[in-house]
């Protein structure tokens, strides 16, 4: 039996869902979203027990083909040199994400005018400023106010500690002249409305048990389910359903806790499902108008998936760096090399992050992201007590193009616990991407030197990490064509007028920073749209 | 004595073998692998694991004799001859020791669960941060704004 018809349905409680029905609660209207997995407790976070590192290789773990929660769906990742992590759940991916909190630039909407690739958004960084704004208000972000790589604004609360860590590196960065910035953070330096500070645990990616990172589980949810958004949890959508007759979406088909198929009828359809799970989505959502996939007139469902790509190099320093204590990804930022510089052999650029070393477990296995262990024998205890301790890193991050083969599509074989059809993902380096991570590796070696490292330790191959898929965009991208792109500059479907998409499958180009900043103040714009253009929404 | 699911021998076998993959810093008082008990975390993983087991069982018949003829040299032989097994036990090795606490210690890190009480880190004082920041604020804007004036 149908439930009652709402009118905003939300698919997805990540970061982009729980956005965009904050921005919606002031149009009164009835707002349901509907979650695959449940709401992290209390007594769930890791980090509470002696063990804590264990977590990260069981139900803890970033990558669904580890966790195999039956809220995860599986991903075929035989085709790809990473592979794509994420958290199901309420919260989404804020969950288990890091917190770096860098806004992509305003050369990042226009790649194609000012550097001939990629291509150019239909909106620009002036356009979404007031919502990173209202965003980082929501959120609570911590940084440094006029950092001179972005138009100016100031962060609500000061940077959390750098540490001896960034203070090396930084030091570093300034024999070299090159720019460094204390890093933007989803991460509260004080407390701050009802949530308590950051105790520097470094542990991010097991939750928070702290309440200081900035996952919607704490910043937007609590809000919206006093406001009366109704979250239906532990409900997967399989289909979005459509009218054959005026192609309007009319709701969708999901699997509730109970196991049973159940019709949810809507006015509005959204999707917040992330990079992967929106393609997979709409590829699964066929019908006689709509036999390649919902929305998918022109083909683009799916292509142009962007990540960044990551390597890192480290240098060994005289004192010890402390760099299991603090937020893990973020202490400082280089965006020295960020913008086009012809003479470096490709086009745009990428960011050397410090994050911060990782703890004992981790490192041994090879590193966050990495499953690679180190040495055994003599050469373990050697590395473990004179090398770990002291370590300082800098991970390059790189701007991803889009190419059209890189791309989400359903696995003839493998489902989910719900017999839904998986994604497949195929994805190989470009050779842009690659010419950067090198020139990166070899900066991130002179300033490890500048800063003081007596060695440097570096792979010595061009494998990228594996396990750092944490940022998927582009599979759905915006555009003003309808040839070329799947929804319009306000993150309306081209072919169905009442789907929204926002979450990072809209990405027309990837810049070279974490995109969850940008993630979110996209899909307060689209509300913002949403309700500036309610008279005439579906015209 | 520890239960684990392997026999006697295959546990001296076994704590032989884990001692040369994390070896002991013995001026430093860290124990090594064997010493750490890891075997009783292999054992609970191996229960829960049958291909694990599995692993382990080929390691301990591949190495069949005193625990004399456990030697580095017999571990890189069997580094190549059974890879996948030599690296599953490498890996749950290094998990079972760094979850015990104290071990952690040895190399730093704090021997508490980081939450509730994380560590104590104190900001950076604000002219501290002024001085280090002051030569890349010296150097002006470093970015591109193509809208800048669309927008005005
Ligand atoms: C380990 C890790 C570290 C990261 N670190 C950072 C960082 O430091 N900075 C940063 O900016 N970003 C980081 N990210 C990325 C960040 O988490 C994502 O960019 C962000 O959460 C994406 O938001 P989203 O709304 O698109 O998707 P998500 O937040 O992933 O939310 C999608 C939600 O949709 C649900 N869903 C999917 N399909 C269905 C379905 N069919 N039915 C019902 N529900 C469904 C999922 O269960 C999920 O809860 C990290 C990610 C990971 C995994
Ligand atoms: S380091 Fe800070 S933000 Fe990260 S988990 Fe600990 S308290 Fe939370």
Redesign the interface.
């Known amino acids: 039996m149908p439930n009652e018809p709402v009118d905003v349905l939300i698919v997805g409680a990540g970061a982009s869902g729980a956005a965009i029905a904050w921005s919606l609660l002031d149009t009164r209207m009835r707002i349901l979203c509907l979650e695959q997995g449940g709401h992290l407790h209390d007594k769930d976070?890791p980090?509470?027990?002696?063990?804590?590192?264990?977590a990260r290789?069981g139900e803890f773990s970033c990558d669904p083909n580890v966790r195999g929660l039956p809220q995860d769906y599986p991903i075929n990742v035989d085709d790809s040199c990473i592979t794509p992590v994420n958290w199901n759940g309420v919260g989404g991916s804020t969950i288990n994400f890091l917190g770096h909190w860098p806004r992509m630039?305003?050369?990042d909407?226009?790649t194609k005018?000012?550097d001939g690739v990629g291509a150019d958004w239909p909106i620009?960084?002036?356009?979404l400023a007031p919502f990173y704004d209202m965003n980082d208000a929501n959120t609570g972000i911590s940084g440094?106010a006029?950092n001179?790589?972005?138009?100016d604004y100031t962060p609500p609360l000061?940077?959390?500690?750098?540490?001896i860590l960034g203070?090396t590196l930084?030091?570093g960065?300034?024999a070299k002249?090159w720019?460094?910035?204390?890093s933007d953070v989803a991460i509260l330096?004080r407390d701050h409305n009802g949530r308590q500070k950051?105790?520097?645990?470094?542990?991010c990616d097991l939750g928070c048990?702290?309440g200081a990172k900035g996952g919607t589980n704490f910043t937007y949810w609590p809000i919206l389910e006093n406001a009366g958004v109704e979250l239906r949890t532990n409900a997967r959508v399989r289909e979005i359903l459509v009218d054959p007759d005026s192609g309007f979406a009319t709701g969708v088909l999901y699997h509730g806790p109970d196991g049973q198929v159940h019709e949810q009828r809507a006015e509005l359809v959204i999707l917040a499902c992330n990079g992967v799970g929106t393609p997979r989505l709409l590829l699964n959502s066929t019908s006689a108008l709509f036999p390649d996939g919902l929305a998918n007139r022109s083909g683009q469902v799916g292509r142009n998936l962007m990540f960044h790509p990551l390597t890192g190099v480290a240098g060994v320093f005289d004192e010890?760096m402390?760099g299991?204590?603090?937020p893990m990804a973020c202490s400082i930022l280089s965006?020295?090399f960020?913008?086009s510089d012809p003479s470096r052999g490709f086009v745009r650029g990428y960011g050397l992050h410090s994050g911060r070393s990782t703890?004992?477990?981790t490192y041994?296995?090879g590193g966050y992201g990495i499953d690679n262990?180190i040495p055994?024998?003599?050469q373990?205890?050697d590395i473990?007590?004179n090398v770990?301790?002291y370590l300082a890193g800098l991970t390059v991050v790189s701007e991803d193009l889009p190419e059209e083969h890189n791309r989400v599509t359903l696995d003839p074989n493998l489902t989910d616990s719900d017999g839904i059809p998986a994604p497949k993902i195929s994805y190989r380096l470009g050779d842009n991407t690659r010419a950067m991570l090198k020139h990166g590796e070899e900066r991130a070696r002179e300033v490890l030197l500048a800063a003081g490292a007596k060695r440097i330790l570096q792979k010595g191959d061009d494998k990228v990490w594996w396990r750092a898929g944490w940022h998927q965009m582009g599979t759905c991208r915006m555009g003003d064509d309808p040839e070329t792109s799947v929804v319009n500059g306000w993150g309306r479907s081209h072919d169905v007028k009442n789907l929204f998409i926002v979450d990072g499958s809209i990405f027309a180009t990837s810049g070279a920073v974490n995109p969850t900043s940008t993630i979110q103040a996209l899909a307060l714009f689209i509300g913002d749209r949403i309700k500036t253009n309610i008279a005439n929404l579906f015209d | 004595m520890m239960e684990t699911i392997w026999t006697h021998e295959d546990n001296t076998q076994l704590e032989a073998i884990l001692d040369l993959l994390i070896p002991a810093n013995i001026e430093r008082g860290i124990p090594g692998a064997g010493e750490a008990r890891v075997a009783s975390y292999l054992s609970v993983v191996a229960s829960r694991n049958a291909k694990f087991a599995g692993q382990v069982r080929t390691l301990l018949a591949s190495v069949s004799g005193t625990i004399h003829d456990i030697t580095p040299e017999k571990m890189h032989q069997l580094e190549t001859t059974v890879p996948d097994a030599f690296r599953a036990l490498l890996t749950e090795t290094y998990k079972g020791y760094y979850s015990r606490p104290d071990m952690r210690a040895h190399v730093g890190v704090g021997i508490h669960p980081v939450h509730p009480n994380g560590y104590a880190v104190l900001p950076e004082d604000p002219a501290l941060l002024d001085e280090l920041t002051a030569p890349v604020r010296a150097r002006g804007t470093v970015f591109r704004d193509p809208t800048a004036k669309e927008t005005g």
């Not at chain 1, 001179?148 to 138009?151: E, M, N």
């Open positions: 976070f980090s509470r027990r002696e063990d804590y590192e264990l290789y630039k305003p050369s909407f226009r005018s000012l620009s960084y002036h356009d440094l006029h001179p790589a972005y138009p000061p940077p959390i500690p750098m540490g203070q930084a030091k960065f300034n002249g720019h460094w910035w204390p330096s950051c105790v520097n645990a470094g542990t048990a702290a010890p402390r299991h204590e603090g965006q020295e960020y913008e703890t004992p477990m041994a296995l262990p055994w024998g003599a373990h205890r473990m007590d770990y301790p």
